[in-house]
């Protein structure tokens, strides 16, 4: 019995790599997070260098189509699952819980899970480059292309296996992030008191929950359709090709939705910051993201219009799809409402909060001009509609993130990043952004259509793909600039303080680093705009600045402890998957290891033995 | 801060001028550089709009009516991205913080104006929508009035185009490859079918894509317009338009426009049987003896010809669909649009064809090429080519 007890201890008093293996801090699984993720934007980012070097120059024969398609299909497959999507959940475990006044998540070993599952799921996803067998049949790897034997390398299984356990890590963190949000609140926060990025968390969870299901079938009918003989796709057989393109768009437009509802969260509390007074319309923001998040499932088969439908459908999604302009349109006019009239300060984080709404507002009408069926079908399949992704995508996600990696980034460092350095950032990338996708516009309406590994001498296209190609030569010292900011900062940057920013959210009452606790004491929130609040009553009654809450001895605050199961979960469940590539006995011993760790994870003691 | 007159004025200063004068970013040189970017966008417009692949170039009512459509989009978009981004410009420069300048007005909202671009805007869109609805229903077949429509299926392979015509005129049945031959000011309805992946049919300049799929038939339909071409036969680029694999990239076709008189004479004399010179025999006994299988060259090919080489490829035989060469020698192009017809050409593609098409199915299943190169004689091959530039 000592023995049982003694392997099912929960870790305490580790240091070093240990700790952040068993750890459960949700403000730790977020740094993870973060890092992990970007070192996947480099790695994407150099993907996109691979095919701009093959597309600088007509006829080029620098890279194949072999390694060309293997490109295309990670570089997107990687940025949509690998670095935006994480990068967000990076920044709902480092704030969710310090923006509502709570200590953690509700389920933090699951929270963990999610994190192992992600790396775990990102590296099997990856592990086709070790054989030269990359996904090579695009993010969306339509069906029929898909089957074998037109896909005959495993590259597809990997591509299959590895989505289906990055789902399984965010449909965890989705519930975990839903729960906590509407039952650890502090006492004060009403739902519509909550900041506005902890509405776009509890939208875009929502979302997950509800749409991973519809892929992770998908992903099982074509891994079974790969291996096992079945015929869900394959036209020999009496599949339908067509079913997975519905399958995966009915995931696939809610995704999107997915990807640009936390930056947008993030920029509706960068902004309010910045100019010096509150989100214009919240009630309207909190109700325009809902609207959004259920009319994205209305929209789908706008992916589609081209694949003969008929004209009924393509009328019905062409109506839909036009509609859900309408309350991306109202957050474009609250944004601006919040800034007029402020007293705005230019600081890094603001640059890319008012770059995100310029670059989304070009990507927002370009995907209007998508929404007509009879234009998009010139449009589909094109480099018109590469511009509009990356606009959105890159101009939209990755710019609010950028602005929220500056807003939170000294919050979490302790240390306020290089205004210099990060001002010459944000113009890179915002040149660098325009220079390379904007022509893209212009080739695709020109003709050239996309996945394309190369284009003749006499279609003209060579002029605009150098340009865009230059593009990426800026970006590239774009992020240079940043990762060097973000490193000397981290070490050398002036003291951050609880409130470099003079903010509203409760996060800004605590400490930068927030001791491990989060609050000594739960807060009673006093309103929206909390912490404003509270500075404003100091100001009324004489009291000088509000200092951040004083730290107390962390052995008084009981905190969820360490814990081993989730990442021998995550091992196992990722063997399961992977047995499938390599030898099924692999996925029952996967299996074994994912129950032996469930059993593990129900059975260890409540808390680590010092705490008893 | 008392109301004193010399107070406001004070204050009114502080407010209105900048701590720099202005000179880091005068409204003159934002202006200027604004100029600078139109200019630059004007010039890559016009620049590139012309083309033999470009949609803002259409030859016929269809990519006519679709760029029509677009460019009602193009001014929408223009004008609500000056407007918009305008303000928020304009925001972003007025609204910045004056040295020492106190909170602002801290307003929350304003019913009436979240109102009115909640209810604008969905009604512009609803109008907007109820256009295109009605245009793409206008869109969706030839016109009633036309007196006949001409009817071809184009089946999408890896990656080459198949032509079938079910009666090319006088009741003729003709199968071709990767070059559409059409009568101008002819509505033309497309069948669109795959025996493999999803392909996509799009002819730019004539008509919006419409995708190949397996075991549906989809359909599109275009027409030549003779006012919006200068001179004919004329030619216009096809590819396909979704990611089908190795050589997607150079899966193109091209689409002949003939006066009716010329297409007439091209529909009589198909399936002729060629005037062969001995080499050119020599050819024929080769390409019999290893080409047939895949190619025929004597004519359409029956839909049961079609289904078997599907079905021995799938089973991993030695064998493909493969373009029908019946009148090879009248083609433009080879190896799907990529390659000029020429002796040289045909002798590159002949000897190592995935060095031209890698992954093309020919050099994977005939038994006549190992490792990609292809083991018939020097001799062999140049006959086989003689009795190709025959087939006319």
Known sequence: ????????????????????????????????????????????????????????????????????????????????????????????????????????????????????????????????????????????????????????????????????????????????????????????????????????????????????????????????????????????????????????????????????????????????????????????????????????????????????????????????????????????????????????????????????????????????????APADSQQQDTYYIVAHIHYVLFGGSLFGIFAGIYYWGPKFTGKMFGEGLGKLHFWLMFIGMNVTFFPMHFVGMNGMPRRVYTYSAESGFQLLNSLSSLGYIILFFAFVVFIINFLRSSKNGAEAGNDPWDAPGLEWSISSPPPAYNFAKIPQVLGRDHFWIVKELAREAGQGPVQAEAHVDERTIHMPSPSYWPIIIAFGVTWIAGGILTHYALSFIGGLIAFVGVVGWGNEPASAQSDH | MGFTPLGSARRAAEFTSREDGGATNPPRSRFIKFLAISAVLLVLTVACSQGDRSTWNPAGPVAGQQLQMFNVLVWIMVVTFVLVEGVLVYAAIRFRARPGQERPPQVHGNMPLEIAWTVIPTILIMALGIWSVIELWQLDKPPASADYVLEVTATGHQWWFEFEYADAGGGKTITTANELRVPVDTPVWVWLESDDVIHSFWIPRLAGKVDMIPTHRNRLWFQADSNEIETLPATFLGQCAEFCGLSHALMKFEVTVMEQDDYDAWVASYGQKPSLSAKGEQGQKVFNANCSSCHTTSGPDAAALVDGRVAGFLAGGNIAPAPNLTDLATRQKIAAGILDLNEDNLRDWLKNPNDIKPGNWMSARAPFYKDGENTLSDEDISAVIEYLISLK
């Open chain 1, 1 to 372: 019995m000592a023995t049982l007890t003694g392997v099912l201890a929960r870790p305490s008093g580790y240091t070093g790599v240990w700790s952040w293996i068993t750890t459960v801090d949700h403000k730790r699984i977020g740094i993870l997070y973060g890092f992990t993720a970007f070192a996947m934007l480099l790695i994407a980012g150099l993907e996109a260098g691979v095919m701009r070097s093959q597309l600088a120059t007509a006829d080029s024969e620098l890279i194949g189509p072999g390694v060309f398609n293997q490109m295309f299909t990670m570089h997107a497959t990687a940025m949509v699952f690998n670095v935006i999507m994480p990068l967000s959940a990076s920044f709902f475990n480092l704030i969710v819980p310090l923006a509502i006044g709570a200590r953690d998540v509700a389920f933090p070993r699951l929270n963990a899970l999610s994190y192992w599952l992600f790396l775990f799921g990102t590296l099997l996803l990856h592990a086709g480059f070790l054989q030269n067998q990359a996904p090579d049949a695009g993010w969306f790897s339509y069906a029929s292309l898909t089957e074998k034997p037109y896909s005959a390398n495993a590259g597809l299984d990997f591509w299959a296996l590895g989505l289906l356990v990055l789902g399984t890590s965010s449909v965890a963190a989705a519930l975990n992030f839903t729960v906590t949000i509407i039952n650890m609140r502090a006492p004060g926060m009403g739902l519509m008191r909550m900041p506005l990025f902890i509405w776009m968390t509890l939208i875009t969870s929502i979302l997950l929950i509800l749409a991973f299901p519809v892929i992770t079938v998908g992903l099982i009918e074509l891994t079974m359709d790969r291996n096992f003989g079945t015929h869900f796709f394959m036209p020999q057989g009496g599949g339908d090709p067509l079913l997975w393109q519905h399958l995966f768009w009915v995931f696939g437009h809610p995704e999107v939705y997915i990807l640009i509802l936390p930056p947008m969260g993030v920029v509706s509390e960068v902004l309010p910051a910045f100019s010096r007074k509150p989100l214009f319309g919240y009630p309207f923001m909190v109700f325009s993201g809902i609207v959004i998040g259920i009319m994205s499932w209305a929209v789908w088969s706008h992916h589609m219009f081209t694949t003969g439908l008929g004209p009924v459908a393509n009328s019905v999604f062409t109506i839909t799809t036009m509609l859900i302009a309408v309350p991306t349109g109202v957050k474009i006019f609250n944004w601006i409402g919040t800034m007029w009239g402020g007293a705005i300060e230019f600081k890094t984080s603001m640059l890319f909060a008012v770059g995100f709404i310029a670059l989304f507002i070009i990507g927002g009408l370009s995907g209007v001009s998508h929404a007509v």
